[in-house]
């Protein structure tokens, strides 16, 4: 029996509707977090990716020393050519899936547009926007920071860019069929992925200082060669052609197997419906 002037007992023990509203939605992202991998993993691997690369550029900035005071720039040069590599992926990846989100997909391939020709117009929207992001942010370092890109790699820059942007198109192209294929609770590759080859790409520091198993792996890289290069350039003002020709052949690799992938994939979406689908 309830107090004298207190609510009854069974109104005090029972959760009220606020509490129930949010259990509900608590019980909603729970699931949606369990049924989807790529959003469970998400949890867990940015603070990772974030550890290993400023692990391994305080290792080796720790054993050299002076090695900011022969290369002016040297910070502001990497970061714009990973930009060229991030952007040119991450505008493929992303155009694609404004084509899923707005339900384009569907209505694109009934027309008499092939694949192929879809692909070519990221690639080319995808050059217009590395342009203007990153070609702004260069010019602008010349009065902020008195640094200029241009005169510092000179005529290397044009090799460095195609090659980064070739690497960016072919990893943008696999992350698009990927999902194309598991869905839009997928999205989260877009930027999972080309964050989980920038610790191998040397950056920021030289390939040996990785351990010496994972060198391989980064050797297998097209950006690795071309982020030596450009150190290459920058210290000893020599241009490594065999670094432009490994790059190089990397690169056509790379974009064989991302063709690959996109077409098996593609078709299997095809044949299953999944051209329309939209939602996680």
């Not at 022969?70 to 694609?96: E, N």
């Not at 117009?121 to 008195?146: C, D, E, N, Q, Y």
């Not at 194309?180 to 040996?208: D, H, K, N």
């Amino acid at each position: 029996m309830s107090a004298i002037g207190g609510p009854p007992a069974s109104r005090t023990s029972a959760p009220g509707p606020a509490f129930r509203r949010v259990r509900a939605m608590l019980r909603r992202h729970l699931y949606l977090l369990r049924s989807s991998w790529p959003r469970l993993l998400e949890l867990a691997y940015w603070p990772t990716v974030q550890m290993i690369l400023w692990g391994y550029i305080t290792r080796f900035l720790t054993g050299h020393t002076d090695f900011l005071s022969h290369a002016a720039g040297f910070f502001i040069a990497a970061v714009l050519l990973w930009d060229v590599l991030f952007r040119s992926q991450l505008s493929v990846s992303l155009l694609f899936m404004e084509e899923m989100y707005a339900r384009h997909l569907g209505h694109l391939f009934v027309s008499p547009l092939r694949p192929y020709e879809l692909v070519l117009s990221l690639f080319t929207m995808s050059v217009i926007r590395v342009l203007i992001g990153v070609g702004g942010a260069a010019l602008l370092a010349i009065p902020i920071h008195h640094f200029s890109i241009f005169s510092a790699l000179g005529p290397a820059l044009v090799a460095f860019f195609a090659n980064l942007l070739f690497f960016g198109w072919a990893m943008g192209l696999m992350i698009a069929a990927l999902v194309l294929r598991l869905g839009l609770g997928a999205e989260s590759l877009a930027w999972a992925l080309i964050f989980l080859i920038q610790p191998l790409s040397g950056v920021y520091y030289p390939v040996t200082t990785l351990p010496a198993w994972l060198q391989p792996i980064a050797w297998s890289l097209p950006s690795a060669p071309i982020f030596e290069g450009m150190r290459a350039v920058l210290f000893s003002d020599t241009f490594r052609t065999d670094l432009l020709l490994h790059a190089i052949l990397l690169n056509l690799a790379w974009m064989g197997l991302a063709t690959v992938v996109f077409l098996l994939l593609f078709r299997s979406a095809r044949n299953r419906g999944l051209l329309l689908q939209i939602g996680e």
